[in-house]
C-alpha cells in the first residue's frame, strides 16, 4: 500500500520558505538551502513556487492523459490509415510520462 501525500492545493509561504496545505496553513515541506549561496534568494522563491505549482497541477495533467491514452486507444482499434504509426508512438509517451508521474 502507498501512502499518500497531503491533499492539495499547496502554497508557497514565503516568510518561511515553507511550502504549506493552502487552506488549513499545514506545513508540507521546508526549503532549506541553496545549493549556490551567491545565488538570490528569489531563487529559492521560485523554486518554491515552481514545485508548489508543479504539485497542484499533478493530478489534472495525470487525469488528461490517461484520457487522451484512452481516446487514442479506441482511436488505434477502429482506424488503420497510415497517421497510426504517430498515434502509436503517442500512445507510448503517454504510458512513459504516466507511468513518471506515478499512474
Not at 33 to 41: K, L
Not at 84 to 95: G, K, S
Request: aromatic share 6%; net charge negative; charged share 25%.
Amino acid at each position: 500500500m502507498q501512502t499518500e501525500h497531503t491533499p492539495t492545493p499547496w502554497q508557497f509561504w514565503n516568510p518561511t520558505s515553507c511550502i504549506k496545505h493552502k487552506e488549513d496553513r499545514w506545513d508540507i515541506a521546508q526549503i532549506l538551502c541553496r545549493v549556490n549561496h551567491d545565488e538570490p534568494f528569489e531563487r529559492l522563491e521560485a523554486d518554491g513556487e515552481f514545485i508548489v505549482l508543479a504539485c497542484n497541477a499533478h493530478d489534472a495533467i495525470l487525469d488528461t492523459c490517461k484520457d487522451l491514452r484512452e481516446h487514442l486507444r479506441e482511436y488505434l482499434k477502429a482506424n488503420t490509415s497510415p497517421p497510426r504509426m504517430v498515434i502509436t508512438d503517442m500512445v507510448m509517451q503517454l504510458n512513459t510520462a504516466i507511468n513518471k508521474a506515478g499512474g
